[in-house]
């Protein structure tokens, strides 16, 4: 069983929407980070946007004012909307969680990774 699993994505033209999804009920209930980053091809792996324990979020510049994180902790779920994409969002996204758990017990989780492919 996967303890972090994705879902959404897909294929839209640019300017369109997608949303993202991240459910990571099998963790241990700490407190936690919840992040998304995403790798395009014949690139590394880059930071999209992070929701802290404290529910405060980050993004990077390129998505700014162009995505959404939120969380559901009862459900342990994190999503990424994404509006006005563009082909420069094409990229495979993945989610990670940062859990912890008590002093020096860190653990971080991955999902598995969706295709986001967007055509100009």
């Known amino acids: 069983v996967r303890p972090v699993v994705q879902s959404g994505g897909g294929s839209v033209q640019a300017g369109g929407s997608l949303r993202l999804s991240c459910e990571y009920r099998a963790l241990r209930k700490c407190e936690h980070e919840t992040a998304w980053y995403r790798q395009a091809p014949g690139k590394e792996r880059e930071f999209v946007s992070i929701m802290e324990n404290d529910g405060s979020a980050k993004y990077a510049d390129s998505v700014k004012g162009r995505f959404t994180i939120s969380r559901h902790n009862a459900e342990a779920t994190v999503n990424l909307q994404m509006n006005s994409l563009n082909a420069e969002d094409t990229a495979m996204y993945y989610c990670?969680?940062?859990?912890?758990?008590?002093?020096?017990?860190?653990?971080?989780?991955w999902g598995q990774g969706t295709q986001v492919t967007v055509s100009s």
């Open positions: 990670k969680i940062d859990l912890y758990c008590g002093h020096s017990d860190h653990a971080g989780y």
